[in-house]
């Protein structure tokens, strides 16, 4: 019985080992191709053909020649321009974010302001001596009810106040982002115009 | 016919427009005011006219010649209470006043109208609350006189 069993276990050893020896040698991946070069007006969504016969070599030197030209014609380089826009639009987020985050401060704030001035005004009771009386913790209290109502309309009327101004300030950040935003977009208008002249004299066909 | 429907609306339009706006007090040494407007002035010159309860002023004040107190109701559930240290009567006027927490305060009943005027003053501010009083039944209680 015991040998019937050593036997067993030894051609299960053997298989396991010989199936280890088929899967080792496992094939290298393939290598990545690499992704076709766009050229310098493809990245600017602007089409180039070749109209002479001018080969791609050709190409890429008449349209960076043209680039730098209209760079210094224009004022505006394309590739800063959007980098200072992805900036612009970062700048607006975060405060956009802020201004929500005072947001929550402002409402966190309120809560509770009522129930302070309740649990502060259920102690004694002067009638007069409570009368506009702005510290609801100074000297005597007040009755609970009213403690609670002066404390929430207070406190209700700083928040809107709070709030109108984050409101304010969030939307003129995102103003600003807008009007950054076109102005960054005509400028990179003007720059393909000017792009498109140059090779156009350069004898290519552009179309953007 | 017309005239005397005419008469008649006139009637019914005058009579709760008086006994809501006249309360004759003469004789009355329980009553029951009731807050309507409430102006806050301050040293600077500023003044703010607010409903009585944002400066905790009560919407209903009582008040007991006899126990010399001004007091909230009952149902209001406030539970304030004020002594009047100087009270007098003369000439249909009422005049009550004292001190507490460093507030003077001054309430001018006039008996014909039971309108009241009440002056709280403390230092840089003023508050003036104009209201109207109507009669209660005398107190039986240990606070009467």
Redo the contacts between chains.
């Keep these: 019985m015991t040998v019937k069993i050593l036997a067993v276990l030894g051609s299960v050893v053997v298989g396991a080992a010989a199936a280890l020896a088929q899967t080792q040698p496992a094939a290298p991946p393939p290598p990545a191709q690499p992704a076709p070069q766009k050229t310098l007006a493809a990245t600017l969504n602007v089409y180039v053909f070749p109209t002479a016969g001018q080969d791609a070599a050709k190409q890429s030197t008449d349209e960076a020649t043209c680039y730098n030209w209209a760079v210094q014609n224009t004022g505006s380089d394309p590739f800063q321009l959007q980098k200072q826009a992805q900036q612009a639009q970062q700048q607006a987020q975060q405060a956009q974010q802020q201004a929500q985050q005072q947001q929550e401060q402002i409402a966190k704030s309120g809560e509770g302001a009522g129930v302070k001035g309740a649990v502060a005004g259920a102690a004694a ?9 702005d510290d609801a913790g100074k ?2 209290a ?5 403690g609670a ?2 404390a929430r ?1 207070r406190t209700k009327q700083a928040q809107a106040e709070a709030s109108q101004q984050v409101e304010q300030q969030s939307q003129q950040a995102q103003q600003q982002s807008q009007q950054a935003q076109q102005a960054t977009a005509q400028q990179i208008e003007n720059f393909k115009k000017a792009f498109s002249v140059c090779l156009e004299a350069q004898k290519y066909m552009v179309k953007y | 016919m017309p005239k005397r429907y005419l008469m008649a609306f006139a009637v019914l339009l005058a009579v709760p427009g008086a006994s809501v706006w006249a309360d004759d007090l003469t004789g009355s040494t329980r009553f029951l005011c009731a807050a309507v407007q409430a102006t806050e002035c301050r040293e600077g010159g500023e003044c703010a006219i607010d409903v009585p309860w944002d400066l905790n002023v009560p919407e209903f004040i009582e008040i007991d010649l006899n126990a010399r107190r001004l007091s909230t109701t009952k149902a209001s559930g406030q539970n304030r209470e004020t002594t009047i240290e100087h009270l007098s009567r003369r000439d249909g006027t009422i005049v009550l006043q004292g001190f507490e927490m460093e507030r003077a305060f001054s309430f001018v009943i006039t008996e014909q109208t039971g309108r009241v005027a009440v002056a709280v003053a403390t230092e840089g501010r003023v508050v003036a609350v104009f209201g109207a009083c109507t009669t209660l039944p005398s107190a039986a209680g240990p606070g009467a006189k």
Aim: net charge neutral; proline share 0%; aromatic share 6%.
């Design positions: 009771g002067a009638l007069i001596g409570e009368i506009a009386s000297g005597a007040y009755g609970a009810a009213a109502v002066v309309r």
